[in-house]
């Protein structure tokens, strides 16, 4: 009897251990492919370059990349609404040059991606594939030529639209806000060009963002499958910046891939509500920290970060991510869904998940969720590279 105690106590300490090593080799050998990353902006907002060691700064850097398993990483070329035509494409190109810059400066650890093959090599060389995107057609100024500099430039994907719409797209922010009065709805005979232009090029056209209008105009006009970067499933947490199941059957027949996006307030449809609060209650402070640095991203992060233990409680669990993308997997099937964490633009993600060092719990929920090696696989990666090289065929 004591025999059998012992070896059920061997058998199950051998399996927990195999179970460890199996999600750590196993997000090792994928190829860990991220959608989307804001550091470029957030750095040069923060004065913080990618090479720095930013431990508990920034939710990403250079050699916390290799930490997480970090193969590929499509870096975010990102202004806001402030910028527009005389200035957003130019700001556009001193981001890009900061991430040239910055890879040069570290030729043995990073190269810039710009085609599949680059790709497989930076895999190879295990250094750490740079890719570009750039995050709002109002970067282009409404001229094709800047589109195709882009693309010269490396970028391979654009969102068609920030949360502001351009004068040939509408937004998911304005759409349903009914903000876009007098601008257009859906997508203008420019907006179907810049598509058809990102076509020809092998530029894939991002829908996270977009307005419903929009994202169906997209679809319909594109000849390659698209994706959507950074967004989760509406169905779960209805937000703007979801995407509805019907949108989801949409972008699955058009071939496409859903990056998942760990922001809390796109995962959790209870989190707006529980942080409103936690930010009233702490409203002086931040009114403190506002009149120093007058970003509202800025002083959130100050006080997430100081009362970390009282927000970590308002924070989904990673479970809840993975829910979104079982529903998607559920709806249209396991070659439609990636990662694409949006960190350094996002000031709240899954308790678990407090920076790209925590990848590999990713693996291990999709393994303990029977996720096949096969699928976990297209999942980290496969399915991206599909749409990538599609999109440049
Ligand atoms: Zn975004």
């Not at 920034?58 to 970090?70: A, E, F, P, V, Y």
């Not at 963002?209 to 509406?234: L, M, N, R, W």
Request: hydrophobic share 35%; glycine share 8%; aromatic share 8%.
């Amino acid at each position: 009897m004591k025999h059998k105690l012992l070896w059920a106590i061997l058998l199950f300490v051998g399996y927990t251990n195999s179970h460890a090593q199996n999600f750590k080799r196993l997000h090792k050998k994928a190829t860990v492919i991220d959608t989307h990353n804001d550091f470029i902006s957030t750095g040069i907002e923060k004065n913080k370059s990618f090479d720095m060691a930013l431990k508990g700064i920034t939710h990403s850097d250079l050699n916390r990349m290799k930490t997480g398993g970090i193969d590929i990483q499509v870096f975010s070329i990102f202004c806001d609404e402030n910028y527009g035509n005389g200035t957003a494409y130019a700001f556009a190109n001193r981001e890009i040059d900061t991430l040239y810059a910055t890879v040069q400066r570290n030729p043995s650890k990073m190269m810039i991606v710009k085609t599949p093959e680059d790709l497989l090599s930076a895999v190879q060389s295990g250094k750490l594939g740079s890719m570009i995107g750039v995050e709002g057609g109002h970067m282009i100024e409404d001229r094709i030529e800047y589109l195709e500099a882009f693309f010269n430039r490396g970028a391979r994907y654009m969102t068609l639209t920030w949360n502001n719409s351009t004068s040939w797209a509408s937004s998911a922010a304005d759409e349903r806000a009914k903000h876009n009065l007098g601008r257009p709805y859906g997508l203008t005979s420019f907006g179907k060009e810049v598509v058809k232009k990102m076509n020809a090029l092998g530029m894939i056209v991002d829908i996270s963002h977009v307005g419903e209008q929009t994202f169906y105009d997209a679809i319909a006009t594109s000849t390659k499958p698209v994706i959507a970067s950074h967004s989760c499933t509406y169905s779960i947490c209805p937000v703007p910046r979801n995407m509805t199941d019907d949108q989801i059957k949409a972008l699955g027949k058009n071939g496409g891939v859903i990056h998942l996006n760990f922001y809390s307030g796109f995962v959790d449809s209870s989190f707006k509500q529980k942080n409103d609060a936690f930010l009233k209650k702490h409203e002086a402070e931040k009114n403190e920290l506002l009149k120093n640095n007058p970003s509202d991203f800025y002083a959130n992060l100050v006080l997430h970060e100081k009362y970390k233990d009282e927000i970590d409680g308002v924070r989904p669990s990673l479970s809840l991510l993975i829910d979104h993308l079982d529903h998607i997997v559920k709806l249209i099937g396991v070659d439609h869904v990636g990662l694409g964490s949006d960190f350094d633009g996002i000031n709240s993600s899954p308790r678990e998940l407090n920076d790209v060092t925590d990848m590999p719990l990713i693996t291990q929920e999709l393994l303990k969720r029977g996720y096949s090696k096969k699928d976990i696989h297209k999942i980290l990666g496969g399915n991206f590279i599909r749409v990538f090289k599609a999109n440049q065929q």
